[in-house]
C-alpha cells in the first residue's frame, strides 16, 4: 500500500511504539589521477564521454588492470575506520543490466573485501558519541551518468530522452557498509546524520576524495526498517538511494520511519525496495531490491588477486591523521574561540586551511579572518570552494607577515590578496607592483593633513574647541588622498597635533 505524506505516524508515537534499525551505506569516489582499472582520466566535470577508454566502455578484449594508488586508498580508509585489511582478496564480476553499465557487470568485491570488522566513533550534537560498527569497506568502479530529460522530476518516468555519459564509469569506488544500527531510538535520524558527517570529515582529512556530496562523489544508501519494542527480529528494510546531502540523510530516514510505520499500523507490509529520495522531503517507491543471489556473483578472471604486504600496511598506517573532530577540539581550546566560531569555519571549508595558515607562522586571528570572511567570499563569487582558489596557505600566512610588520593595512591586504588571486605574484611583489606599501614617511602624511583641514576649515574650527571625535572626517579625506596608504592611527595623531589638540 501507498501512504501519503499527509498519512505518516507523528514521529513521538512512532518512536513509543517501534525500533529503528538502520544500515549506512556510502559510496566515496577516490580522487585518484586516473581511473580504477585503466588510464583514463579520473576527472569530474570533463566533457561528456571523453575520459573514456576501451577498458571502461567494456569492448571486446580490452583487459583491466587494478589501480595501486586506489587499492592504498582503500587501505587508508580502512585503517581509519579501524578495520581489519585482508591479506589477499579478489574480485568479483556482479551482473546485472542497467543503461549506464557498460559491461553489464561491475567489478566489485563481494565476500574478499580489503576492510572487515571496523567502527567508527562518531561525535553527536550534545557532544556524546555514538559506536557504529563497520561490517566491511571494499573497492568497486562506478557506473556511467544518466541524465533524464522531459520528465518533471529529472527521473526515468516520464522522460522522453535520456543521455548517457560514461565518464564516471570505470571511477574508483570504495563502498562502506555499516553493520545494523540498533538502539538508536528517538536519535535514529540524528545519529545517520553524525555518522555520514563524520566519514565525510574523515575521508576528507585522509584526503583520498573531495567528498563532494552535490556532485556524487560521495553518496548515502539509507536502510531503514522498524520492529515493535522488544521484538527480537527485524522488520522489512527500505534503501533510500543516493541521498546526497547531510541533512537529506536526517530527513530521509526520519520520513521511512514515519511512513513505515503508518503502513504497519494500518495492517499493510513493507516491501523490500529501493527509494527514491525528494528534496522536498520524502521518499517514493523505486525498484524491488535484489538479494545477492540475483547479482550471480563470480571471481573476476581478468584479475589477480589484491595481496598488501604487511609493510605496506604499516607504512599505510602511519599516515593517518588525527582524527578530524579530535583535532578541531584540541586547535578551539588552543585558540579560544566558542563552538559557533568553529562550525562556521568547518561550514565553510577553511578550517584546514587556517590551520595550515597558522602552521606557516600567522597568528589565528589574521589566518581566520582572511579565510573565514574575505577569501570564502572571493570564494563563492567565483563558484568554487575556498581551497579552490589560486592562493596558498603560505601565501596568505606571507599577506598577514606584512600586515605585521606594518608594511600593509588591513584594507591594503585584501587588495594584495586581489593580485595574487589574479596572478600577478607573490604578496611582497603584488604590493611592490600595485604600489600599496604602508606611507611611513610623516613628511608626506602631514602634507596630506594640511590640504585635508585647509578643505574643511569648519571641522578644523570644531576639533580645536574640543570635539576631537570630528577630526574623524579628516581622517578619513586623508586616508582617501593617501589611496589608503597611510596608517589612519598616525593620522589622527597628526591631525589633533595640527589643531592643537591632545589626543
Not at 239 to 266: C, G, I, P
Amino acid at each position: 500500500m501507498t501512504v501519503a505524506s499527509t498519512e505518516l505516524v507523528d514521529y513521538d508515537e512512532v518512536v513509543s511504539r517501534y525500533e529503528p534499525v538502520m544500515g549506512m551505506e556510502v559510496h566515496v569516489e577516490l580522487s585518484t589521477t586516473t581511473k580504477m582499472f585503466c588510464g583514463c582520466a579520473n576527472h569530474f566535470g570533463a566533457e561528456p564521454n571523453t575520459n573514456v577508454c576501451p577498458v571502461c566502455l567494456g569492448l571486446p578484449g580490452a583487459l583491466p588492470v587494478v589501480n595501486a594508488a586506489a587499492v592504498e586508498s582503500a587501505i587508508r580508509i580502512g585503517l581509519a575506520l579501524n578495520c581489519d585489511i585482508a591479506p589477499w582478496g579478489r574480485f568479483a564480476r556482479k551482473n546485472y543490466f542497467y543503461p549506464d553499465q557498460p559491461k553489464n557487470y561491475q567489478i566489485s568485491q563481494y565476500d574478499e573485501p580489503i576492510a572487515v570488522n571496523g567502527h567508527l566513533d562518531v561525535p553527536l550534537d550534545d557532544g556524546t558519541t555514538w559506536r557504529v560498527e563497520i561490517e566491511r569497506a571494499h573497492m568497486e568502479e562506478d557506473t556511467g551518468k544518466l541524465t533524464h530529460l522531459g520528465s518533471a522530476t529529472g527521473r526515468i518516468a516520464g522522460a522522453t530522452t535520456s543521455l548517457l555519459d560514461f565518464n564516471r564509469a570505470g571511477v574508483p569506488l570504495v563502498e562502506i557498509v555499516t553493520r545494523p544500527i540498533e538502539g538508536a531510538g528517538a536519535r535514529a535520524p540524528e545519529i545517520a546524520r553524525s555518522y555520514v558527517t563524520a566519514l565525510r570529515d574523515l575521508l576528507r582529512g585522509l584526503d583520498v576524495s573531495d567528498v563532494r556530496m552535490d556532485q556524487g562523489s560521495m553518496r548515502c544508501d539509507a536502510n531503514v526498517s522498524l520492529k515493535p519494542v522488544g521484538a527480537a527480529e527485524f522488520g522489512t528494510r527500505t534503501e533510500t538511494k543516493n541521498v546526497n546531502s547531510l541533512k537529506s540523510v536526517e530527513v530521509a530516514v526520519r520520513y521511512e520511519m514515519r511512513r513505515q510505520a503508518a503502513v504497519l499500523d494500518a495492517g499493510g507490509e513493507i516491501v523490500q525496495e529501493t527509494r527514491h529520495f525528494h528534496e522536498d522531503g520524502y521518499t517514493s517507491a523505486g525498484r524491488r531490491k535484489e538479494t545477492a543471489e540475483d547479482y550471480r556473483y563470480f571471481p573476476e578472471p581478468d584479475l589477480e588477486p589484491v595481496a598488501p604486504s604487511d609493510d605496506l600496511v604499516e607504512r599505510l598506517r602511519a599516515t593517518i591523521p588525527e582524527l578530524p573532530w579530535l583535532q578541531r577540539n584540541r586547535i578551539q581550546q588552543e585558540w579560544g574561540i566558542s563552538d559557533e566560531v568553529m562550525r562556521d569555519l568547518v561550514n565553510n571549508g577553511v578550517i584546514d586551511l587556517v590551520t595550515a595558515t597558522v602552521a606557516e607562522g600567522a597568528s589565528s586571528e589574521g589566518a581566520r579572518a582572511l579565510w573565514g570572511n574575505f577569501l570564502v567570499q572571493k570564494a563563492n563569487e567565483r563558484g568554487v570552494t575556498a581551497s579552490e582558489l589560486a592562493i596558498t596557505p603560505t601565501q596568505v600566512a606571507a599577506v598577514l607577515k606584512l600586515v605585521d610588520d606594518g608594511k600593509l593595512s588591513n584594507k591594503l591586504a585584501r587588495e594584495v590578496i586581489e593580485g595574487v588571486l589574479a596572478g600577478e605574484g607573490e604578496p611582497e611583489q603584488v604590493m611592490t607592483d600595485r604600489g600599496l606599501a604602508v606611507v611611513r614617511d610623516d613628511s608626506v602624511i602631514q602634507a596630506a593633513v594640511d590640504d585635508a583641514l585647509a578643505a574643511q576649515p569648519d571641522i578644523a574650527e570644531k576639533i580645536r574647541g574640543g570635539k576631537v571625535q570630528a577630526a574623524g572626517a579628516v581622517v578619513g579625506a586623508v586616508m582617501k588622498a593617501t589611496k589608503g596608504q597611510a596608517d589612519a592611527a598616525r593620522v589622527r595623531e597628526l591631525v589633533l597635533a595640527a589643531c592643537g589638540v591632545a589626543g
